[in-house]
């Protein structure tokens, strides 16, 4: 037991010295006055080592403590990720994944599938869109984030995972689901079946091959005869950024795309290139387009090549680096903010469209749409 003991103790020892000195790093001449903070550091370690009923490993407080000062700077958008949501996040960003094959949004605090992909668990099992997702395993998702409830969704390929899934007029209801290889394209594109030569471009998120699967779809519909295009970025909830930016490249002219203002070290303007996609041009926007999806459209509103149609974005308008840590864990930290081509600060204030249309969304027609539609036949006859 003794040498136990003493294990602990030569490996708290090195975590102790290893945190103290990052937080002199931090805080600099403030650890002067500030000492008793890192004594009831120690303090509180030594209590859990001598007084607590149960064992505890040296890793565990640790990352306890990573964990608390992630939490204690108040921001949604600054996590600590374990090794499993590391994992995951990393998959998100390539765009595959094990996982069910849902895009979720938030309505009324509430998670909502706002689209099942074909062949998937989640379709195979008949989720539909509107259904509202109660819980997923045995953790409620009331007022739950959607990023912590995709990460609860996703897991290796052939685990399983129990949702409860709510529909109006039915009693709520377990389904369970494999976990698959999920491969989800982000764009999705086509003429208009009524209409001659509009085409319609859907991006459901931004991943590292966004930005050349919208180059490819766009060539494929000029290729049949497309003279305008309504863009859909409705319930995008954001992603890569290099991907938003090569996607606002296609439309804008020369000049800014967004600017990236740091609080520490040089600001960055990405400026597109002087050609571009000259052609009558909508974009659809709601609630939960945000990020990524705002940087394109604020991009789009201020250049004046489209016009915005939809309610009011997100407002997410800060910028996130994802730093690896060792045993395969990571960081999600804050480290600067965009602002659109007129440097507008959208963060928490979202993107007034040029043309408000409310959607409801159990409406059987598409009246955002069916205006986008109706501005960009005006356009190209006009």
Do not use: C
């Not at 374990?82 to 849902?102: A, C, H, N, P």
């Not at 979720?104 to 509107?130: C, R, S, Y």
């Not at 999806?293 to 149609?309: P, Q, W």
């Amino acid at each position: 037991m003794r040498r136990n003991s003493w294990a602990f103790w030569g490996r708290m020892a090195v975590v102790l010295v290893s945190m103290a000195f990052v937080v002199i790093l931090l805080l600099g001449v403030t650890v002067a006055g500030n000492y008793k903070g890192l004594g009831n550091l120690v303090k509180v370690v030594t209590l859990v080592k001598g007084q607590y009923l149960f064992e505890v490993a040296p890793e565990k407080l640790v990352e306890g403590a990573i964990k608390g000062m992630v939490e204690s700077l108040d921001d949604p958008y600054s996590v600590y990720l374990d090794k499993q949501t590391y994992s995951s996040l990393q998959e998100q960003i390539r765009g595959s994944f094990g996982g069910i094959g849902v895009l979720v949004g938030m309505k009324d605090n509430n998670l909502v599938v706002m689209k099942p992909f074909a062949n998937t668990p989640a379709a195979d099992a008949g989720i539909e869109a509107g259904d509202i997702i109660v819980a997923i395993g045995d953790k409620p998702t009331k007022d739950m984030d959607t990023e912590t409830a995709v990460n609860l969704m996703r897991g290796p390929v052939g685990t399983t995972v129990v949702l409860t899934i709510s529909r109006e007029g039915e009693e709520p209801r377990k389904i369970s689901l494999v976990r698959k290889e999920i491969s989800v394209p982000t764009v999705e594109g086509k003429m208009l079946p009524e209409e001659n030569n509009i085409g319609y471009i859907a991006i459901s998120q931004f991943t590292e091959n966004t930005g050349h699967d919208l180059v490819e779809t766009l060539n494929e519909l000029r290729q049949q005869g497309m003279a305008g295009l309504v863009l859909d970025l409705r319930d995008n909830p954001g992603g890569e950024l290099n991907s938003a930016i090569m996607i606002a490249d296609q439309f804008l002219g020369k000049g800014p795309i967004v600017h990236i203002d740091y609080r520490i070290g040089r600001d960055h303007t990405f400026n597109a290139e002087p050609d571009q996609l000259n052609l009558p041009l909508v974009v659809l926007v709601n609630k939960n387009s945000a990020s990524a999806a705002e940087i394109l459209a604020g991009a789009i509103k201020d250049a004046k090549v489209g016009t915005l149609v939809g309610t009011k974005t997100f407002g997410k308008g800060v910028v996130q680096t994802v730093f690896p840590l060792d045993n395969g864990s990571g960081l999600k930290l804050t480290t600067a903010r965009y602002l659109t081509p007129n440097k507008h600060d959208i963060h928490k204030k979202g993107i007034e469209p040029d043309v408000v249309i409310e959607q409801d969304i159990d409406a059987k027609e598409d009246l955002q749409l069916n205006k986008a539609i109706s501005l960009v036949r005006q356009r190209i006859y006009q």
